[in-house]
């Protein structure tokens, strides 16, 4: 709900926005929810290798590998 406010509403919600954000972080929370590398890399395995070519306009095409599902609409 912050479209279409005046000049001035903006800024007062800007100005609170960056006092809010500009607090100092409590690094023993942050380190709580923050992921080590090695933990993104086994949520995240690495992707199979696929043929690609850059088709019309730029968009990606590539073959399909095996047993993969069609997600196509």
Same mark, same amino acid.
């Given at each position: 709900?912050?479209?279409?406010?005046?000049?001035?509403?903006?800024?007062?919600?800007?100005?609170?926005? &960056?006092? #809010?954000?500009?607090?100092?972080?409590?690094?023993? !929370?942050?380190?709580? $929810?923050? &992921?080590? #590398?090695?933990?993104?890399?086994?949520?995240?395995? !690495?992707?199979?290798? $696929?043929?690609?070519?850059?088709?019309?306009?730029?968009?990606?095409?590539?073959?399909?590998?095996?047993?993969?599902?069609?997600?196509?609409?």
């Amino acid at each position: 709900g912050n479209l279409n406010l005046s000049t001035d509403m903006a800024m007062s919600h800007v100005r609170q926005f &960056l006092r #809010i954000m500009g607090q100092p972080i409590n690094q023993e !929370a942050l380190q709580s $929810v923050l &992921l080590t #590398i090695d933990e993104v890399q086994r949520m995240n395995p !690495a992707a199979p290798v $696929v043929n690609s070519i850059v088709g019309e306009g730029g968009a990606l095409l590539r073959e399909p590998v095996e047993n993969e599902k069609d997600l196509s609409f």
